[in-house]
């Protein structure tokens, strides 16, 4: 069945130094989604990515889309102690599962004041 | 706009004991999703609604039940606990099945 993957599973970075995490989907994605779950609480939607190649920004995040749409990543710069939290992706396949978004374990951001 | 309930916020059973973990919302979405969190594993899909009256199995559905008792509400039954059934609980919705989903606080279970 479909997976979804993401590196690293743990970022330690320094205030003011950039984060990148990757997804990468064992199968085609019709779109892919990003959350932010902060420690203790529930998971927010940041974005979702249809178009191969897709590239949106939102103030300091920068989320891409893969061009075989199987991958995904999402960079922060200037990381902010703000950013601390588990960022996940969630993609979907509609050709195979249509009704279900398949969520990635998720990348751990610790940022150090 | 509450968005999305959950309830209780807590709940520690012993092995063998039932309860029901409650979710509501009031943003007239169709799709409806309960998942579980464990450390390391992200969220993993027990059961989805895609409309009133409509259920569907996810990728951890085993010991688990749910109704869509109306547009509203999904309910998610443990009939046995068991202690691998230790998790935090998220019920989710979402206005179609591959949209944006908005999640509820969670349910954080302990199994004894």
């Known amino acids: 069945g479909q997976q979804v993957m993401q590196i690293p599973q743990y970022q330690h970075v320094q205030e003011g130094e950039d984060f990148t995490t990757y997804c990468n989907s064992s199968?085609?994605?019709?779109?892919i989604q990003w959350y932010k779950q902060r420690p203790g609480g529930h998971p927010v939607f940041l974005i979702q990515?249809?178009?191969?190649?897709e590239v949106k920004k939102q103030k300091r995040l920068t989320f891409q889309f893969g061009e075989a749409k199987k991958n995904s990543s999402l960079h922060i710069t200037a990381t902010q102690t703000t950013d601390v939290g588990t960022y996940f992706c969630?993609?979907?396949?509609?050709?195979?599962?249509?009704?279900?978004?398949?969520f990635g374990p998720g990348t751990s951001l610790s940022v150090i004041p | 706009n509450a968005g999305v309930t959950q309830t209780p916020k807590f709940q520690v059973l012993k092995t063998g004991q039932s309860m029901t973990l409650q979710c509501a919302q009031d943003?007239?979405?169709?799709?409806m999703y309960w998942y579980r969190q464990d450390p390391g594993m992200g969220l993993r899909l027990i059961y989805y609604?895609?409309?009133?009256?409509?259920?569907d199995k996810g990728e951890v559905p085993n010991g688990y039940n749910v109704s869509r008792l109306n547009k509203r509400e999904f309910s998610l039954r443990l009939e046995s606990a068991a202690p691998s059934q230790t998790s935090v609980y998220f019920c989710?919705?979402?206005?179609?099945?591959?949209?944006?989903?908005?999640f509820g606080p969670g349910t954080r279970l302990t199994v004894l």
């Open positions: 989710a919705s979402s206005a179609a099945r591959i949209f944006e989903q908005f």
């Open positions: 943003m007239n979405h169709n799709s």
């Open positions: 990515l249809v178009k191969s190649g």
């Open positions: 969630a993609g979907a396949n509609m050709k195979t599962s249509y009704d279900k978004v398949i």
């Open positions: 199968t085609t994605l019709s779109n």
């Open positions: 609604s895609a409309s009133e009256g409509t259920t």
